[in-house]
């Protein structure tokens, strides 16, 4: 179904773009069926882990990788701190009296600042010819919330998926927090298809030390309970304003959505579609969806096995 929706003439002369802030080096799992469909903007200042982004291009149609910090500002130079872990490198200072309550400390210690090229997202994707993102993935450490706003509206509404970092405990001086991210989706038309909260164990080692061997110490995050740091959340497009989605942004949205395994929002948009295109194709997406939603019944007996044996290892902690 992914290759009928994305092999349609409307879609190849307009690929779908994702844009990657943050880049990690490697195709995100998510991405892996409809990367050779697209166009990929991957973006990170610290190559340190990079070395994989420059030899990895052939999972995708294109891919252009940026060795620069994406800013919301014009200036074309900015402070980077480098941190020991690289990534948690960001051009925030990191908090380090907040973070000292933190096992994971060390991790955001600064070993050098450097000076580094800084652009706008809107000035490279104008460099680039291309007017649109339809999936924007950022992992800025601190500055997710700007990053998306400093898109012009023009292309912010019309983003399919939108998938963000924030932070809910103090990491660095000044930075977009997870409910500021809330407040703002919803108020953009949005819908929150995805949380999950990652984190850290509240413990300053310097209380340990001496008390505990480096072998406890190595496995601190499984001997002490994990506490809420920061999000990885995913937003959709809720499609308020239909009309100002063509043909082919209704085939990549619902395209979005299988990959994102939201079957009863392809269900929803696949039937706008119908009604506003009359494209047959809609028809077919949606009881591809239903089927689905029908054959995951099967998997009943293995989601109660899972849930309680995470039950059992809640109560073990």
Sequence with gaps: MIERLLGRPEVELQPPVLVDIGASGHIHPIWAPIARYSVCIAFDADDRELAATRSESSGFLRRH???SVVSSSRKPMTKFYLTHSPFCSSTLVPDSSALSEWAFA?????????????????????????ENVDWFKTDAQGIDVRLFQSLPVSI?????VADFEPGIMDAYAGEDKLHELMKGMERSGFWMSDLDIRGSQRIRLKDVEGRLSRFHLRYLHHLVKTSPGWGEVSYMNSFGTLKMFSLRDMLVACTFAIVKGQYGFVIRLAGLGRERFGDPLF???????????????????????????????????
């Excluded at 912010?156 to 399919?160: A, G, P, S």
């Design 65 to 67: 990788v940026i060795h």
């Design 106 to 130: 060390d991790s955001f210690k600064v070993e050098r600042v450097a000076q580094v090229r800084s652009r706008m997202l809107a000035h490279v994707l104008e460099e680039l010819g291309l």
């Design 156 to 160: 912010r509404r019309k983003v399919l």
């Design 283 to 317: 028809e077919e997406v949606e009881r591809y969806a239903v089927r689905k939603i029908r054959y995951a019944i099967a998997g009943l007996p293995f989601m109660a096995a899972r849930k309680l044996i995470e039950r059992l290892l809640a109560r073990l902690r």
